[in-house]
């Protein structure tokens, strides 16, 4: 994290809201990935390839997508973080995904995990949005940007097989709205369950589930 910390530190960005939610980040999504190789290329993808508006921007800058608490500074990592958090409960309604005593196999868990934080980080392309800004425009490819930049410092050490889903995955993250898809196109269930966790997390409707409340409404 050090390399990030300092190069947020030099646009003046820097704060402890950024500190900590890179710290969750890093607790729940790449400290949980197993296999070293594959940890270290995420590590130094984020330190060397991911934009500083990854560490920094909002999920949304209008306000019409994904709950407030993740349209204010450091949005997109919080989301990001979230998405983590609930990887192993959706891994584990795939008995494919778990050993005998249900729990999740280390190498489909990394899969997701990496897809996840790799997914939004070009987002806003390299651009540093404000929240509520309403000017900025995410770019629709953004996963594939950001799978395509990762796939180089991956390939170099990693086995080709999981990288090769995690790819696919961050490609794909969209689902059906990643721009390309047709028909034609079938996605694997980590591909699936990498998409139904950026869907669940960006829905509005959270507010309406986590907001202290009598009622739900």
Avoid at 11 to 31: A, D, F, H, P, R
Avoid at 132 to 159: F, L, M, N
């Amino acid at each position: 994290m050090r390399i990030i910390q300092e190069r947020i530190q030099k646009t003046g960005l820097w704060n402890s809201i950024v500190e900590q939610e890179l710290i969750s980040l890093w607790k729940y999504g790449v400290l949980r990935i197993s296999d070293s190789m594959i940890r270290k290329s995420i590590i130094d993808f984020l330190s060397q390839e991911a934009p500083l508006g990854f560490f920094v921007n909002p999920a949304s800058v209008s306000g019409k997508w994904h709950p407030k608490w993740q349209n204010e500074k450091c949005g997109i990592l919080r989301n990001t973080t979230e998405c983590c958090l609930f990887a192993d409960q959706m891994l584990m309604q795939y008995q494919e995904f778990c050993d005998t005593t249900h729990r999740v196999l280390p190498e489909a868990r990394d899969i997701v995990l990496c897809a996840t934080i790799l997914s939004d980080t070009f987002k806003y392309g390299t651009l540093i949005v404000e929240p509520h800004s309403d000017k900025a425009k995410h770019i629709r490819e953004h996963g594939q940007v950001a799978a395509d930049k990762w796939w180089p410092i991956a390939y170099a050490t990693c086995p080709l097989n999981p990288i090769k889903e995690i790819y696919d995955s961050t490609y794909w993250h969209l689902g059906r709205w990643t721009p390309g898809w047709t028909p034609g196109v079938k996605f694997s269930k980590l591909t699936e369950i990498v998409h139904i966790l950026d869907a669940i997390f960006a829905d509005k409707n959270l507010e309406l589930l986590y907001e202290v409340k009598q009622i739900v409404g």
